[in-house]
C-alpha cells in the first residue's frame, strides 16, 4: 500500500521491515521520531537510554547477542557516542547494527553544523544517506545486509529536510530473522593492544572492499541527461533541489553511499561532461574526494559551507533564475523564541538575573533564559558542560571574596552527562553551587521520558532516580528544593546556598506546563484600575503578559494562573489565583 510517510517514520518502517528487533536512543531533534514510531512496533524492543554513549554500547550489546539492533541520535549526540563507535569499528558486528544520526544544516535545534560524513570517515565505518521517505526504507534493509555481510556497524545518515519531510513510500511485510548464534570470540571482541593490532588490517581491507561494492551498488546511480556541458554529484536533499531546479537536463550523478565513496565510477561519470559542479550541504566532502581521485570539480567556492540549501539557492548560485517570491504588505512583528506561558524555569531565571549571578547553562528548552528579557545565561557548550565547567570556573576563581557562580541544568541533561560533572565537584571539592531544573520529562524534543520520571518509553512505569539521593550519593550534602514559582523562597535559597562553603544543589521543581497532566488554575485576573503602567510583571518575559495603551492585559488563551507576574507587582494589579 502506498502512502506519504514522513522520513523518520520511514526509517521506523525500514527498521520493521528488516527484522530489526532492539531499538536504544537518545532523543535529539531532528532524529528523536525513528525511535519513537519504532516503538509502536511491538516486534520491537525499543527504549530511551540515558545518553547517546550508552545507547550504542546497548545496541552494540544486543548485536552481539544475535539480534539486528539500531541506535539513534542526532548529529552532537555522535560527539558523546565517539568512544564506543571508533572501537566497534575494529570489532564488527554479530547480527546487523544500524547507527541513525541526523544533521541538522541551518542549526534549527543545534548548537553547532557539524557534518557527521567525518565521523563515517575517521571511525572507517560506511554510511548511507537516504533523500527521501522511500529511500529512507530502501536504506536501512540495504544498511542491515552490509553490515551482516562486511561485518560493520553502519551509519544511516539523515539530515532536518529529510527527516521532517514527507513522501510516498509503499510498505512491505516484516522480514523474520533468526537470532543469530553468540560464540565466545576474544580476538575479535576483546580490544586490547594486541588484539586490537591485528583487527586494525582488517578494517583496512574491509574499506577496500566497501569501495568496490559502491562502484556497482544500486544506490549510487547516474541519471542521464540532455545537455553533457555539465555533470552534477550530489546527494541527501541537496539532490532533491538539484532535480528540481534542472529536472533531466543535466546529467546526475545520485550518492546514496556517501562512505566510502565510490572511485571508478566519479572517474568514468566525469570523463562524459564538460564540467563537473558538487552540490552537497555544509562541508565539501564529497568534493574533496573528487579532487584527490584526480576529478576536476567545483563546489564550495560556488556554494559555500554554511547553513542550509534550497531550490533556490541552487538555482541562483548556478545561473537559473529562480521563481519570485510573493512579498506581504503587512508588517509582521518579529516573534523570538521565548518560553512557554507558565513554564517552571522563568521565575527561577528572574530570581538569578536579579541577584546578578554568573550563570553556567546547559543544552534545553530552558536555554532561552538567555533571551531577553531574562538574559540570565552565561555560557551554553553541550550536555552536561554546565556542571562540569563552574567546577573549573569556582577552581580558578579560588579565594575570591564573593560567590556569585551558579550552575542550571535540566533533569534530562543531568541523567545524560550531568552526574559525573557532580561527581567531579564533590570528589575535587569546589565551592559549587548546581541548580537542577526539574520539570519532570524531557521537555526541549517533545515530551520524552527519562530516568527521574518513573516511566519508560512505552509509558510503562518503571524504577524512578531520587535526585536528592543521587545528589548525596555522590558527596554533596546539601540539597535543597524550591518551587520556581514562588519568587521569594527561590531568592533566598540561592542566596543561602552561595553563602556556604561547601558544594551544594537546589532543585528546581514544577512539572512542564504543557504536560498533559498537568492541571492548571486557568487565567490570573487583573484590575486594570489600579495598573500604573510599570511594566514591572513585563521582567519575566511571559508571552501571556503585555502592555496596551499603558495598562497590563493578560492573553487569556495562554495564561496557566502560575502566579509569577502577581509577585513582581506592588499595587495588588492581579488578583490571587489558588492552584487547582
Known amino acids: 500500500m502506498k502512502k506519504l510517510m514522513l522520513g523518520n517514520e520511514a526509517v521506523a518502517r525500514g527498521l520493521y521491515e528488516a527484522g530489526c528487533s532492539f531499538v536504544s536512543s537518545y532523543p535529539g531533534t531532528p532524529s528523536t521520531e525513528i525511535t519513537e514510531y519504532a516503538a509502536k512496533y511491538n516486534e520491537i524492543y525499543a527504549e530511551w537510554a540515558p545518553n547517546e554513549k550508552v545507547a550504542l554500547e546497548t545496541a552494540f550489546g544486543a548485536s552481539l547477542a544475535g539480534k539486528r539492533s539500531f541506535c539513534g541520535m542526532k548529529h552532537v549526540g555522535v560527539n558523546v557516542a565517539a568512544d564506543p563507535l571508533f572501537t566497534a569499528s575494529y570489532t564488527g558486528v554479530n547480527a546487523g547494527l544500524i547507527i541513525g544520526v541526523a544533521d541538522d544544516p541551518g542549526m534549527h535545534s543545534s548548537q553547532n553544523e557539524q557534518d557527521s560524513r567525518h565521523y563515517a570517515i575517521a571511525s572507517k565505518i560506511p554510511m548511507l544517506e537516504p533523500s527521501d521517505s522511500a529511500e529512507s526504507i530502501a536504506f536501512v534493509k540495504e544498511a542491515f545486509e552490509i553490515s551482516e555481510k562486511f ?46 593490532k591485528k583487527r586494525h588490517p582488517i578494517v583496512e581491507q574491509r574499506t577496500l572492499n566497501l569501495i568496490n561494492y559502491a562502484e556497482t551498488a544500486w544506490f549510487n546511480r547516474v541519471e542521464e541527461g540532455s545537455d553533457n556541458t555539465v555533470g552534477i554529484i550530489t546527494s541527501s536533499t541537496s539532490y532533491q533541489y538539484v532535480k528540481e531546479v534542472f529536472g533531466d537536463k543535466y546529467p546526475v550523478l545520485k550518492l546514496g553511499m556517501i562512505n566510502p565513496l565510490p572511485i571508478n565510477k566519479i572517474k568514468d561519470f566525469a570523463a562524459k561532461v564538460k564540467s563537473v559542479i558538487v552540490v552537497e550541504e555544509l562541508d565539501g566532502i564529497i568534493e574533496t574526494h573528487c579532487k584527490n581521485i584526480g576529478v576536476t570539480v567545483a563546489g564550495k567556492e560556488i556554494f ?33 523564541p521565548v518560553m512557554c506561558a507558565g513554564c517552571p524555569h522563568r521565575g527561577l531565571f528572574y530570581t538569578l538575573k536579579k ?29 552536561g558542560a554546565s556542571v562540569s565547567s563552574i567546577h ?3 577552581k580558578a576563581n579560588e579565594g575570591a571574596s564573593d ?43 517533545g515530551h520524552q521520558q527519562n530516568p527521574t520520571t518513573g516511566y519508560n518509553l512505552k509509558g510503562d512505569p518503571c524504577s524512578k532516580i531520587d ?20 519568587l521569594a523562597e527561590c531568592d533566598t535559597v540561592i542566596k543561602e546556598e552561595l553563602q556556604k562553603e561547601e558544594p551544594s544543589v537546589i532543585i528546581s521543581r514544577r512539572p512542564c506546563a504543557l504536560l498533559k497532566y498537568v492541571k492548571h488554575a486557568g487565567p490570573i485576573k487583573v484590575n486594570t484600575d489600579k495598573c500604573i503602567g510599570c511594566k514591572s510583571c513585563m521582567r519575566i518575559g511571559c508571552p501571556a503578559v503585555s502592555v496596551i495603551d499603558g495598562k497590563v492585559k493578560i492573553d487569556n488563551t495562554l495564561c496557566t494562573g502560575c502566579g509569577v507576574c502577581a509577585q513582581m507587582c506592588k499595587f495588588d494589579v492581579f488578583e490571587a489565583v489558588k492552584e487547582a
Not at 357 to 379: F, N, Q
Open 403 to 445: 560567590k556569585n557562580t551558579v550552575a542550571v541544568i535540566g533533569d534530562s541533561t543531568f541523567m545524560h552527562s550531568g552526574v559525573t560533572g557532580l561527581i567531579n565537584i564533590a570528589y575535587n571539592g569546589s565551592n559549587s553551587t548546581v541548580i537542577i531544573l526539574d520539570n519532570s520529562i524531557t521537555g526541549m524534543t
Open 355 to 383: 541577584n546578578k549571578l554568573t550563570v553556567m547553562g546547559d543544552i534545553g528548552c530552558y536555554t532561552l533564559g538567555a533571551v531577553a528579557p531574562l538574559a540570565a545565561i552565561d555560557t551554553t557548550i553541550c550536555m
Open 304 to 336: 559555500g559551507n554554511i547553513g542550509e540549501f534550497s531550490q533556490n539557492l541552487v538555482a541562483e548560485k548556478l545561473g537559473v533564475e529562480a521563481p519570485k517570491g510573493v512579498a506581504l504588505n503587512e508588517n509582521i512583528p518579529m516573534r523570538p
Open 392 to 394: 573549573g570556573f569556582n
Open 151 to 196: 561485518d560493520t556497524p553502519i551509519f544511516i545518515k539523515m539530515c532536518t529536510r529529510v527527516a521532517h519531510s514527507q513522501s510516498i513510500i509503499e510498505e512491505s511485510d516484516r522480514l523474520e530473522i533468526v537470532q543469530k548464534e553468540y560464540a565466545k570470540n576474544g580476538e575479535k571482541y576483546i580490544m586490547m593492544p594486541g588484539n586490537a
Open 467 to 486: 535526585l536528592e539521593a543521587l545528589c548525596k550519593s555522590v558527596g554533596i550534602n546539601s540539597v535543597r528544593v524550591v518551587d520556581p514559582y514562588d
